[in-house]
């Protein structure tokens, strides 16, 4: 071929309470199985919200007891997740040199950072810092090519991803291990959340606490995890005779430049994110055949989201998922896992439902995807990302037999 | 080395858990005699970690001392229990 190599995705991994596998995750999202649960963030119980904490998470086998010391939650996660892609992959294929990671994450080690605030110890740094997901994973998988960890808050993990695709269009590696991962479920942070208004604080069915583009939403849904994906060039992963579940094929990138924390009420940056990203595949909004929404379940998000893919694609045109009403919302987490979903959605030809949509929003002139999976044709899917700080991203991704 | 280390004045029983904890070991393991790279797997971080907690532990400076005797865990005992009675020797005037 000419021009920059195609990239597919060979692997996935994934860590958190919606599904400790992409095939638990996938269950969880076509069954409507919220991971959603009334959760103590302290010990005391005196910080009691709904949340979707990882249950049961053990990274034995994954992390000696050593290593486990050495490394936040959130960065256990993130290698038990990489580990797994890496293991769908069939391994990592290229020399050394020629492999690469790029982790998103927007909190970093805030459980070690937290617990260590006046009296740290050795390990602090090394802990908290928000790249030692990207060490941990290049120490692991003989990483000696580009190594680095954006933090862009919620879009983290689709940068992540949509950087590591760069990196194989431009020849800088011909594999990489991308993703996000979080581990916010800390007192201090439900609290934050909670007194900006932006999170779930009360709710009578915890298990259906995050409702985007609902008319009775009340906020995010907050969330912990690692979701991993290896990328590929096409060429030579064709040439292994990899399994490819299927192709990233476009990338947008762009800013608000307009509140700290609210999105541009009219959907702008989020407009030309997805029109670049489109543009970027060779494709157009027509040929789309679902979105994967960023779906926070906040109003500010839900509609300026709406009124953007509404510009992009026209009113109630193209089925629309939003999978943060049964994942909820892992900061960092959520681009790298909605990444995921995405790649199943493409492979499985199916869009999954809204869990808990029971009454949409009549301002979100959409075709939410409710109840039932729904069949969808082979073609492009956008998976879309708009954080705090106004950063935008969106990754197409396409089957690997078109 | 044992019959140093008998009577250090609490020290090897401090000693015995935090060299457990840092080296990420049993603390059956953790005997005068082990040595603390090749047996217990020390690394640079560990002893970095021990120097640290071993400050906060029995108020001794560990860190600039000469430590090019110390191998064993029953040396770092020993050095202990001496940089505590103060022997002058074993103090490094370019602590840091």
């Given at each position: 071929m000419t021009g920059p190599h195609a990239v597919a995705v060979t692997g996935l991994g994934v860590r958190c309470g919606a599904g400790a596998t992409p095939e638990e995750l996938w269950e969880s999202l076509v069954r409507c199985r919220s991971a959603s649960t009334l959760h103590a963030f302290d010990d005391e119980g005196t910080v009691v919200h709904p949340a979707c904490p990882m249950p049961r998470f053990d990274p034995a086998?994954?992390?000696?007891?050593?290593?486990?010391?050495?490394?936040?939650?959130?960065?256990?996660?993130?290698?038990?997740?990489?580990?797994?892609?890496?293991?769908?992959?069939?391994?990592?294929?290229?020399?050394?040199?020629?492999?690469?990671?790029?982790?998103?994450?927007?909190?970093?080690g805030v459980i070690s950072q937290e617990s260590g605030i006046g009296h740290p110890d050795v390990l602090y740094a090394p802990r908290l810092m928000h790249n030692a997901g990207a060490y941990w994973i290049s120490d692991r998988f003989g990483v000696t090519g580009p190594s680095l960890t954006i933090s862009t808050a919620c879009a983290s993990g689709t940068h992540a991803v949509g950087e590591a695709m760069q990196m194989i269009r431009a020849g800088s590696a011909d594999v990489v291990?991308?993703?996000?991962?979080?581990?916010?479920?800390?007192a201090t942070t439900a609290l934050a959340f909670g007194r900006a208004g932006a999170m779930v604080t009360e709710c009578e069915d915890p298990a259906a606490a995050s409702r985007p583009f609902d008319a009775g939403r009340q906020g995010f849904v907050l969330a912990e995890g690692a979701a991993f994906l290896v990328l590929e060039r096409l060429d030579l992963a064709r040439a292994r005779g990899a399994r490819i579940h299927a192709t990233l094929t476009g990338y947008g990138r762009t800013s608000d430049a307009h509140h700290l924390t609210a999105p541009h009420p009219d959907g702008l940056g989020a407009v030309a994110c997805m029109e670049l990203a489109l543009a970027d595949a060779g494709t157009t909004a027509d040929a789309v055949t679902h979105v994967n929404a960023h779906g926070t379940g906040t109003e500010l998000n839900d509609l300026a989201e709406a009124r953007a893919i509404a510009t992009v694609f026209g009113s109630r045109k193209v089925p629309v998922t939003a999978p943060k009403a049964v994942t909820g919302h892992g900061l960092g987490l959520a681009g790298a896992l909605e990444a995921v979903i995405t790649v199943m959605s493409v492979r499985e030809g199916l869009a999954p439902p809204t869990a808990h949509l029971t009454r949409l929003d009549p301002r979100c002139e959409?075709?939410?995807?409710?109840?039932?999976?729904?069949?969808i044709p082979d073609g492009p899917v956008i998976s879309n990302s708009f954080a705090f700080g106004g950063h935008n991203a969106c990754v197409v991704l396409d089957s690997p037999h078109v | 080395m044992e019959a140093e280390c008998r009577d250090t004045g609490g020290v090897w029983e401090a000693l015995r858990p935090l060299c457990a904890q840092v080296m990420s070991v049993p603390q059956e393991a953790v005997v005068p005699q082990a040595r603390l790279v090749a047996d217990l797997g020390a690394d640079s971080l560990d002893i970095t970690e021990l120097e640290a907690a071993s400050e906060e532990l029995f108020g001794v400076t560990l860190r600039g001392t000469d430590k090019s005797a110390v191998a064993t865990v029953g040396d770092v005992a020993e050095l202990i229990v001496r940089l505590r009675a103060g022997t002058p020797d074993a103090h490094s005037t370019l602590a840091r």
């Open positions: 086998g994954y992390l000696t007891v050593k290593e486990m010391r050495r490394a936040d939650r959130s960065v256990q996660l993130a290698l038990c997740a990489a580990a797994d892609a890496v293991e769908d992959a069939g391994g990592l294929h290229v020399p050394s040199r020629r492999r690469a990671v790029v982790t998103g994450t927007g909190y970093g291990v991308a993703g996000g991962h979080d581990s916010p479920l800390t959409l075709d939410l995807v409710t109840g039932e999976p729904r069949k | -």
